[in-house]
């Protein structure tokens, strides 16, 4: 039974930054690495940038590069993105998620969070 629980979303003005994390809860039997996606306002839900548990290789969607940080604390079982220089754009409920490092580029997942809201005003 795997739970995952993200946290540290809210409010902040464009250019402001903030850390979500991902607590992940119980033994992940598919998946070598975690995602974060996000579904802002009258869109579908986006994948933005995975991690590799073992080794800590990353990838980002394109728009996201430079500004935001993907990296994991296995001794924690905590999953963290780290976004700066945010942008209205970047409104959105933000989900963690546990799968294949090659399948979450394409919103593939095995285990969902319940996500957290990040809000960016202009």
């Known amino acids: 039974q795997v739970l995952l629980v993200e946290s540290g979303g809210g409010l902040v003005q464009a250019g402001g930054s903030l850390r979500l994390s991902c607590i992940v809860s119980?033994?992940?039997?598919?998946?070598?690495?975690m995602g974060w996606f996000r579904q802002g306002p009258g869109k579908e839900r986006e994948f933005v940038a995975a991690v590799k548990w073992s080794d800590g290789i990353t990838y980002y969607v394109d728009s996201v590069k430079g500004r935001f940080t993907i990296s994991r604390d296995n001794a924690k079982n905590t999953v963290y993105l780290q976004v700066n220089t945010l942008k209205p754009e970047d409104t959105a409920v933000y989900y963690c998620?546990?799968?294949?490092?090659?399948?979450?580029?394409?919103?593939?997942?095995?285990?969902w969070g319940q996500g957290t809201q990040v809000t960016v005003s202009s």
């Open positions: 998620a546990a799968g294949w490092l090659s399948n979450l580029p394409r919103a593939q997942a095995e285990y």
């Open positions: 119980g033994r992940i039997f598919s998946g070598n690495a």
